[in-house]
């Protein structure tokens, strides 16, 4: 089997999608397409036709992960194998292929109830992107749209799952404050996916956070002067990761998970990388902000 290749996209049932609206436009100066079909917010970050769904609900979770093979022939094997493994996996229909963007797509059940997708040739939209604000886009191409961190009770079992039904690596953990999580790559992004114990309020297959990497430190810089300035709820705040060296911070999202935004993340060669543990996620900043008062945020900026 040839493991994926990148995380190519997300999607979420969200509550505020007026919130949502205006925190991807003040911070990421990003728009939803015009396009997007009824009820969604479908978001480009590069030349891709979207690689971010956000779906008008009554709730707010993950509704699945997407992830990019480089052929017809190696998604077909894929799921050829996960058939003979006795893997659970469902062919979409041309429908759902048209929605997601993507020339063909098969759907897993993975653990904790997470729905993950892989899929061959995401739809190249003729328009260029080009991200308002003067920012200079997302760090994207052959290292997929960014990571995502789950949540799961059962880590042991959940990481087993995808570094041997999707054949992600190990890039190494981070054990701190009764928190455990594990790192895994998939190209020479440092992650694409982390798979953390279930601490405060998570459950299993919750998301912990998607994070964007921008093309530029500079554009982090500017997302930040946004923040402080229309108080957005910061979660943590401008730091350095001690594994994958990004600069970065996180912020609360009208939903019930986090957002992080940040630039220079280590890329990995697998040839020399030795997977290591570390004690604490941070090098330096990343203070801990406790959630604000909702009500509160939300009309200070109004
Ligand atoms: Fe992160």
Known sequence: MTPVKALGYIGCSISDSKAWEKL?????????????????????????????????????????I???????????????????????????????????????????????????EIFFGPVQDYVPFNQADGRSGFNTEDLGMGHVVLASANRESTLDWYQNILGLTLSDHIYWDGIEATFMHCNPRHHSLAIMNTVGPMKNGDLGHFMLEANSADDVGRAYDVVEEKKYPVAFTYGKHTNDLTTSFYLYTPSNWLIEYGYGGTLIDDEIWEPKLYNSPKIWGHNHQLPPEANEDAAARK
Request: charged share 35%; net charge negative; glycine share 4%.
């Open 24 to 64: 991807m436009f003040e911070v990421f100066a990003l728009q939803k397409r015009n396009d997007s079909p009824k009820k969604t917010l479908q978001y480009r970050i590069d030349d891709n036709h979207h690689r971010l769904s956000l779906y008008k609900s009554s709730q707010d979770k993950l509704d699945y």
């Open 66 to 116: 997407g992830w990019e093979v480089e052929t017809q022939d190696e998604l077909d094997d894929f799921a050829a194998d996960l058939k003979d493994k006795g893997v659970k996996i469902t062919h979409a229909d041309s429908k759902l292929k048209a929605e997601r963007a993507v020339m063909d797509l098969y759907i897993i059940e993975g653990p904790d109830g997470v729905q993950n």
